[in-house]
């Protein structure tokens, strides 16, 4: 499959929005609707461009994306129909390399991303009790290992 990682740019704040939906719905399966609903409200006021932000397009389509504040990965999700493909480890290692990034937070109740982001090199440092909206869903916080 060819792709491409691409600069985000406003036009696209559609396609990144159902990307994020298809894909929380696919592998979020503990985020209950009421809050899946309220995150979703405030990704539609979201400035993306806050973040560096990069879109990962295949067919003129984006199917996944990534965005990272400093040197931490606040967002990483891939069109389902996209996952296991090895296309989520070609952002990481774009963040990583071309970025600077180096941490990244896990929905504990996510074991897939725990387990995709190990494989990365990342190790978990540290276990909240509430995500960052103060909502019952622990994070693990993850760094990337000094041997990665």
Same mark, same amino acid.
């Given at each position: 499959?060819?792709?491409?990682?691409?600069?985000?740019?406003?036009?696209?704040?559609?396609?990144?929005?159902?990307?994020?939906?298809?894909?929380?719905? #696919?592998?979020?399966?503990?985020?209950?609707?009421?809050?899946?609903?309220?995150?979703?409200?405030?990704?539609?006021?979201?400035?993306?461009?806050?973040?560096?932000?990069?879109?990962?397009? #295949?067919?003129?389509?984006?199917?996944?994306?990534?965005?990272?504040?400093?040197?931490?990965?606040?967002?990483?999700?891939?069109?389902?129909?996209?996952?296991?493909?090895?296309?989520?480890?070609?952002?990481?290692?774009? #963040?990583?390399?071309?970025?600077? #990034?180096?941490?990244?937070?896990?929905?504990?109740?996510?074991?897939?991303?725990?387990?995709?982001?190990?494989?990365?090199?990342?190790?978990?440092?540290?276990?909240?009790?509430?995500?960052?909206?103060?909502?019952?869903?622990?994070?693990?916080?993850?760094?990337?290992?000094?041997?990665?």
């Amino acid at each position: 499959m060819d792709f491409q990682i691409i600069k985000y740019q406003p036009q696209y704040k559609n396609q990144v929005i159902s990307v994020w939906e298809k894909s929380v719905l #696919a592998t979020h399966h503990f985020l209950i609707e009421k809050d899946f609903l309220e995150i979703k409200a405030l990704l539609h006021d979201y400035d993306f461009e806050v973040l560096e932000m990069f879109c990962l397009i #295949a067919d003129h389509k984006i199917i996944g994306f990534i965005g990272i504040y400093q040197s931490k990965i606040e967002m990483l999700f891939l069109d389902p129909d996209h996952i296991g493909k090895g296309l989520g480890r070609h952002l990481i290692d774009f #963040a990583v390399t071309k970025q600077g #990034a180096r941490l990244v937070d896990v929905n504990e109740q996510n074991t897939y991303a725990k387990t995709f982001y190990e494989k990365a090199g990342f190790q978990v440092y540290e276990r909240t009790e509430k995500d960052d909206f103060g909502k019952d869903y622990p994070l693990l916080r993850m760094k990337l290992s000094e041997s990665s």
